[in-house]
C-alpha cells in the first residue's frame, strides 16, 4: 500500500545513538547529498555533517590525512560515511512521530529490526492478491460469453501486455536506487519531475480510491444478489423497475459499508494488514476450487438446467418446472410458467404470441469441458440494452408483435454491450502491479525482489485469465455466460456453477476478496495523498498531510472515503470501472515514459540493476497505454488527461520549487542543445528577427534593483517572447564578492518575477563597471541563443555626478553595442513609464523616423501594442523634409510603405525650413565648451596631485606595504598601466598653460566666432529638431527617436552628451533607438 518511508536510526551496540544521519537522509531526499552539499550548489552546508563534533576526533586524530584535514568538515572520511550509513534502516511511514510520542510519555523506545521481507511474501503474494479480484468473479463469464473466447483472449493479451511491460520498465526504475514507499507517484515524480509526479499521483490516487468504490460495488452486488437478496430495501413491483432499485440498494448498502471500512481503517489498520493473509486465502482456494470443478465437468457435469422458450432463455427463478402444462392423474394443468405469460390458468386462456407459438426447452446450462460446446462460445454477440439472450442451436418462430417482451422473464442485457466497453470493464481486473513496489521498504533485498516478485505475479494472473476464458468458453453454455446475474441459473452466481465442491465456495470467497480488496484500497489510497501533500508540490493539499500521533493520514482517510462515496453514488460496477482504468493507464503510461526518457538520455545516474529492459518495450506500453485508454471510453480518457492537465499546470504556476534531478530537465537539455547547435547554423532571417534584449541594471547600495521599470518595459516589449537576459556589474574581484554577486542574482530574480518578466539573470564581478558591460555585451547567450539588442537607461544625473564615469561608461558602451552590430535602447525618465497593471486607456506612440536603421524605430511600437498597457495607444510616424524635397509625395511613399508592412500608423511630414542659427543656439554652445574645459582643468588639477601622491608613496614604500584601494579612486599602477606618448605629450601641454588657474574659465568672453562650427551646427540641428518633437509630441504616451551615433574623437564625448540632452529636453518617456546594422523589418510574407 502507498505509504511514505523515511530514514531513522537504530542503536549500535545498545549505547550510541545518534539522529545525525537520519535528518541527513531526511536533507537527502529533498535534493542534499550526503555530504552536506546541495544538489547543483557548489556551497557546502555545514547545518547537517555526517559525523558528530565530539566523533572528529576519533575520526581524523593521525597524520595519514593531514592534506585534507581543512576539509573534513564538509567532505567526511569514507570509512566513517560508510560506517554511519551501515546503521541506518528504512522504516514505514509514521515510525518516528510515532517513537517521539512514546519518548514525550517517558516510554522506552523499541529498536528496530531490518526488514526481512523475500520475494515470495513481499512482492509475489501482495501482487497476485492485487489482480486477482472482483472482475474475475462477477463479469469475467460475461464479458467470455459477450465477446466470444477469440475476442476475450485479445482483451486479455492486450491488458496483461500493457502490463507486462510497465512492469518491465518499473522494474527498471525501482531498481535504479533506492525507492521509498509510494510506490508509481515515487518513481515518476523522481523520473519526471514535480509537475508530473504530482498529476500522475493524484490520478493514481483517483484510480486507487474509485477502485475501493468498484470492491465496495461488488461486495453489495454478491451480497444482494446472491447471499441475502431478501435484505433489499428497495424491491420492484415491475420488471422494469428491477434495474433502478438494484441500483438504489446498492447506493445505501454501499454506502453504509464504505463507512464501516472507513471506521475500521481508522481505528485498527494493522488488522488489516493481518487479515491480508485470510483474503489472499479466500481467492487462492476459489481459483482453486474453478479449477477443480473444470476437471469434474469432464467426469461428471454439474445438474444445472436452463429453460428456454424457443431460442430465449428464460429467469427460473419465478418457476419450479420449465413445462407450459403437466398432466396430473390424467387431468392435464398449467404450471407456473404458464401463469407468466397468459393471462389466467385455465388451458383456454389468452397468452403471448410467442409463448403460443414456440415450446419449452430445458438443456443443461453446463454441458462440460468435453460437450463441444466451445465452438458456439468462439464468437461475441454483441447487442443493445434490452436485447433478448438466445441461443444459435434451437429453432424459433418469431411473433408479429414483441412490444411486451420486456415484461416477460426472458434473460436480457442490462447495458449495451460493444467490444470497447469490454475493455474498459476488464482492465482493473489487471492493475495491483505495484503493490510489490509500495513496500520496498519492508523488503530485504527490493532490487532483486520488485522485478522477479512482480513479473512473475503477472505471468501467473495472465495464466489463470487465459486459462479461465478458455475453460469457460469450453465448459459453460453461451446463454448463461451471457447471463450476468445468474437469472437463468436460479440466482446463482455463473462462475459459481462450475465450482467444486459447491457454488458457496465461489461466493463466500469472492465476498472476503472484495471486502479484502476494499479495505486495501481504503488504506493505501490516503497514505498515497499524504505522501504527496507532505511532498508539498500541491499547496492546497498541505491539510492532507497531518494526521495522528503515530503518523496515520485522518484527514486524508476522510478526504478518500468521500471520492469513493461518489464512485458508490454511481452505483453500477460496470459505470465504474472504466473511469478507474482511465486513471491507472494514465500512470501506467508514464511509468513507461519515465523509464524511456531516462534510457534514451543515458544519464550518469541511470544505472538499474534490472538489465531486461529497453527503451522500445517503454515506448511500445506507453502506445499500449494510450490506445487502451481511447478504446475504453475516448470521452474518459479525454477526461483524465484533462485532469492531469490542469495538475501538471497548477503545480507547475503555484507549486513549491522541488529540484529532484529529474529526466525532464535532461531532456530539456539535450533539446536546447540541440536547437542551440541548429540555431548557429545560419543568422535568422528579417521574418524571424525580434529583439532578444541584453538589459543592463544598475544596483543601489543594498543590491538592490535601482530602475525595477526597466524590467516592466522589457516585459512589455518582449511578452515572453525570445530572449531575455538581465544582467548587471559588481566592481571588485570575485574572490571578494562572490557572496554579493549571488545575493544580487536573487534580488534580480525577485524583480524579474514582480514584474513578471521571464528571462535569465546574470551578475558579473568585475574590476569596474566598463570592463564588465564590455563582457556582457560580448559574452552574454550561449551559441545562436545570443542578444541582438541591448537596453539601459539614459544617465540621468549625469550633469551633477562627481565623476565623468557615468557617461563615459555609456558613451563607451553605445561604442561597443554599434562595434558588436547590436541594436540599442536608452530610455529615459524610466521611472516614469507605465507599470504592468497601468492601462493606458489614450495616447499616441510618437515615431520620429529621421535616418533608417533597419526598420526597428517602426517594429518596437506594434510589439508594445502587443501588450495590454499600450494596446490602446495609436501609433503616428513622424519623418522630417528638408528644403529640397516634395513632403507630398513623401508622405504618400510613407504611407505606401506602412501598408506594405501591415502597420496601422498616421504618418505625418514636418518640414524644417533653413534658417540661420540662432544666438540661442551659440549660447548653448558656449556653455557646453565653456563647461567642458573646465572639468579638463579639474581632471588635470586632479591628475597632478595623483602624481604628488604617488611620489610620496614611492619614498615611503619600505615603511607601508598596503594601501587602501578605495582610499584612492584610481591608483598610480593603473594611471602608468595606461600611459601612451600620445597622452604624455597632451599632458605636457596642458602643464605649460596650468597657470591660467581655473578662475580665468569664468572671465571669458563668449566670442562666437572663436567657437567649434561643427558643434554649433550640430547643437543647432538639435535645438531645431527639439523644437519640432516638443511642438508636435509633447502629449504622447512614449516619443521614438533616433539615436544620433557618439563622435569618433574621444575628445567630444561630453559634447555628445550635451547634444543628446537638448535633443530631448522638455519630452518625458523617450526611447531613444539605435539601430544594429541590419533590417528588421520586411514587406514580404
Known amino acids: 500500500m502507498p505509504t511514505n518511508f523515511m530514514v531513522v536510526p537504530v542503536e549500535d551496540g545498545g549505547r550510541r545513538e545518534s539522529r545525525h544521519g537520519s535528518v541527513c537522509l531526511e536533507e537527502a531526499r529533498e535534493g542534499l547529498t550526503p555530504g552536506g552539499y546541495s544538489v547543483g550548489d557548489d556551497t557546502p552546508r555545514e547545518s547537517c555533517p555526517f559525523i558528530n563534533d565530539e566523533d572528529k576526533g576519533a575520526y581524523y586524530d593521525g597524520k595519514n590525512m593531514a592534506l585534507f584535514e581543512e576539509e573534513m568538515d564538509s567532505h567526511p572520511m569514507v570509512s566513517s560515511l560508510l560506517n554511519k550509513l551501515a546503521n541506518y534502516t528504512n522504516l514505514t511511514q509514521g515510525v518516528i512521530e510515532h517513537e517521539e510520542a512514546e519518548n514525550e510519555e517517558g516510554a522506552k523506545k523499541v529498536t528496530v529490526t531490518a526488514p526481512q521481507m523475500g520475494t515470495f511474501i513481499g512482492v509475489y503474494l501482495p501482487c497476485m492478491q492485487n489482480i486477482l479480484g472482483v472482475i474475475l468473479f462477477l463479469r469475467l463469464t460475461w464479458i467470455v460469453g459477450t465477446a466470444g473466447i477469440m475476442e476475450t483472449f485479445a482483451i486479455v493479451f492486450m491488458c496483461c501486455a500493457c502490463t507486462m511491460l510497465t512492469a518491465i520498465s518499473m522494474s527498471a526504475i525501482a531498481t535504479n536506487g533506492v525507492v521509498p514507499a509510494g510506490g508509481s507517484y515515487y518513481m515518476i515524480s523522481r523520473s519526471l519531475g514535480p509537475e508530473f509526479g504530482g498529476a500522475v499521483g493524484l490520478c493514481f490516487y483517483l484510480g486507487t480510491t474509485f477502485a475501493g468504490s468498484m470492491y465496495i460495488l461488488g461486495t453489495i452486488e454478491i451480497l444482494l444478489t446472491y447471499i441475502v437478496p431478501s435484505w433489499a430495501v428497495f424491491v420492484a413491483e415491475k420488471q422494469e423497475d428491477e434495474k433502478g432499485a438494484l441500483l438504489n440498494n446498492m447506493r445505501v448498502y454501499g454506502t453504509c459499508c464504505l463507512a464501516l471500512m472507513a471506521l475500521v481503517v481508522f481505528v485498527g489498520v494493522k488488522y488489516v494488514n493481518k487479515l491480508a493473509l485470510v483474503f489472499l486465502s479466500c481467492v487462492v482456494l476459489s481459483i482453486m476450487a474453478i479449477y477443480a470443478g473444470v476437471i469434474k465437468t469432464a467426469i461428471e457435469p454439474p445438474d444445472f438446467p436452463i429453460c428456454l422458450l424457443g431460442n430465449r432463455s428464460l429467469k427460473n427463478h419465478n418457476f419450479d418446472k420449465c413445462l407450459k402444462t403437466e398432466v396430473i392423474r390424467n387431468v392435464t394443468h398449467t404450471t407456473q410458467l404458464w401463469g407468466l405469460f397468459c393471462d389466467s390458468a385455465a388451458l383456454n386462456a389468452t397468452c403471448d404470441e410467442y409463448f403460443t407459438l414456440n415450446n419449452v426447452t430445458e438443456i443443461q446450462g453446463i454441458p462440460g469441458l468435453l460437450s463441444g460446446v466451445i465452438s458456439d462460445n468462439m464468437w461475441g454477440d454483441y447487442g443493445p440494452s434490452g436485447m433478448l439472450v438466445e441461443t444459435k442451436n434451437h429453432a424459433s418462430v418469431p411473433a408479429q408483435d414483441s412490444s411486451n417482451d420486456m415484461n416477460k422473464p426472458y434473460v436480457s442485457n442490462d447495458i449495451a454491450t460493444f467490444f470497447t466497453l469490454l475493455v474498459g470493464i476488464y482492465f482493473p481486473s489487471v492493475t495491483g502491479i505495484m503493490a510489490g513496489s509500495n513496500r520496498s521498504g519492508d523488503l530485504r533485498d527490493a532490487q532483486r525482489s520488485i522485478p522477479i516478485g512482480t513479473i512473475l505475479a503477472i505471468a501467473t494472473t495472465s495464466f489463470i485469465y487465459i486459462s479461465c476464458v478458455g475453460l469457460f468458453g469450453a465448459c459453460i453454455e453461451g446463454v448463461v455466460l451471457r447471463d450476468k446475474f445468474g437469472d437463468s441459473v436460479n440466482k446463482n452466481l455463473v462462475i459459481g456453477t462450475l465450482a467444486w465442491p459447491s457454488p458457496w465456495v465461489i461466493v463466500i470467497g469472492s465476498f472476503f476478496s472484495c471486502c479484502g480488496a476494499g479495505l486495501q484500497s481504503l488504506t493505501g489510497a490516503p497514505r498515497l495523498l499524504q505522501a504527496i501533500a507532505r511532498d508539498g508540490i500541491v499547496p492546497f493539499l498541505q491539510v492532507f498531510g497531518h494526521g495522528k500521533a503515530n503518523g496515520e493520514p485522518t484527514w486524508a482517510l476522510l478526504m478518500t472515503a468521500g471520492i469513493c462515496e461518489i464512485g458508490i453514488l454511481i452505483a453500477s460496477l460496470d459505470a465504474v470501472a472504466p473511469i478507474l482504468s482511465m486513471f491507472f493507464l494514465m500512470c501506467y503510461l508514464f511509468v513507461n515514459l519515465a523509464c524511456a526518457v531516462q534510457t534514451l538520455l543515458c544519464t ?167 570592463d ?61 513609464f507605465p507599470s504592468n497593471q497601468a492601462r493606458l486607456g489614450q495616447g499616441t506612440i510618437d515615431v520620429w523616423w529621421i535616418v533608417h536603421d533597419g526598420g526597428l524605430l517602426m517594429l518596437l511600437p506594434f510589439l508594445l501594442r502587443q501588450h495590454k498597457v499600450w494596446r490602446k495607444c495609436k501609433m503616428r510616424i513622424f519623418t522630417v523634409a528638408n528644403m529640397d524635397d516634395n513632403s507630398i509625395q513623401m508622405k504618400k511613399d510613407l504611407q505606401s510603405f506602412l501598408y506594405q508592412l501591415r502597420l496601422d500608423a498616421e504618418v505625418e511630414v514636418v518640414e524644417m525650413h533653413e534658417s540661420d542659427i540662432s544666438a540661442f543656439t551659440y549660447e548653448k554652445t ?87 562650427q561643427t558643434n554649433v551646427r550640430r547643437m543647432h540641428t538639435a535645438v531645431k529638431l527639439n523644437e519640432v518633437v516638443v511642438n508636435k509630441s509633447q502629449g504622447a504616451q512614449l516619443v521614438l527617436l533616433n539615436m544620433p551615433g557618439p563622435p569618433k574623437n574621444k575628445g567630444g564625448d561630453e559634447n555628445y552628451m550635451e547634444f543628446l540632452e537638448v535633443l530631448m529636453d522638455g519630452l518625458d518617456r523617450v526611447l531613444l533607438v539605435r539601430g544594429g546594422g541590419r533590417e528588421v523589418i520586411t514587406i514580404y510574407s
Not at 989 to 997: F, L, Q, T, V
Request: hydrophobic share 40%; proline share 3%.
Open 604 to 770: 550518469p545516474n541511470w544505472r538499474p540493476r534490472f538489465k531486461f529492459y529497453h527503451w522500445t518495450l517503454s515506448f511500445l506500453g506507453m502506445s499500449l497505454c494510450l490506445s487502451l485508454m481511447f478504446i475504453s471510453s475516448w470521452y474518459y480518457a479525454l477526461v483524465a488527461m484533462l485532469i492531469a492537465g490542469c495538475i501538471y499546470k497548477y503545480i507547475e504556476y503555484r507549486g513549491a520549487e522541488k529540484e529532484w534531478g529529474d529526466g525532464l530537465r535532461g531532456l530539456s537539455l539535450n533539446a536546447a542543445r540541440y536547437a542551440l547547435i541548429r540555431l548557429e547554423e545560419s543568422p535568422p532571417h528579417t521574418k524571424n528577427w525580434r529583439p532578444q534584449l541584453l538589459v543592463l541594471l544598475k544596483l543601489d547600495s543594498d543590491l538592490g534593483v535601482k530602475h525595477p521599470r526597466l524590467l516592466s518595459f522589457t516585459t512589455q516589449l518582449k511578452a515572453g517572447k525570445g530572449l531575455t537576459i538581465v544582467s548587471s556589474v559588481l566592481e571588485g574581484t570575485y574572490m571578494a564578492r562572490g557572496s554579493d554577486a549571488k545575493r544580487s542574482e536573487q534580488n534580480l530574480k525577485a524583480a524579474m518575477s514582480a514584474e513578471r518578466t521571464k528571462g535569465f539573470c546574470h551578475v558579473v564581478v568585475s574590476s569596474n563597471l566598463r
Open 926 to 1012: 558656449l556653455v557646453m565648451e565653456q563647461r567642458s574645459q573646465m572639468l579638463k582643468q579639474m581632471q588635470l588639477s586632479r591628475n597632478e596631485r595623483e602624481r604628488e601622491a604617488q611620489l610620496i608613496h614611492d619614498r615611503n614604500t619600505a615603511s607601508h606595504t598596503t594601501i587602501n584601494d578605495r582610499a584612492v579612486p584610481t591608483t598610480p599602477d593603473r594611471v602608468h598601466m595606461t600611459w601612451t606618448k600620445d597622452k604624455l605629450a597632451t599632458e605636457r601641454n596642458r602643464s605649460r598653460e596650468a597657470n591660467m588657474g581655473v578662475k580665468d574659465l569664468f572671465n571669458m568672453k563668449p566670442e562666437w566666432e572663436s567657437l567649434n
Open 772 to 832: 564588465g558591460f564590455s563582457h556582457l555585451i560580448q559574452s552574454a547567450g550561449l551559441g545562436g541563443m545570443k542578444h541582438n539588442a541591448v537596453l539601459m537607461a539614459w544617465p540621468g544625473g549625469w550633469k551633477q555626478a562627481q565623476d565623468s564615469y557615468p557617461w563615459k561608461n555609456f558613451i563607451e558602451t553605445v561604442r561597443e553595442t554599434t562595434s558588436a552590430h547590436q541594436a540599442l535602447l536608452v530610455a529615459k525618465n524610466i521611472d516614469h
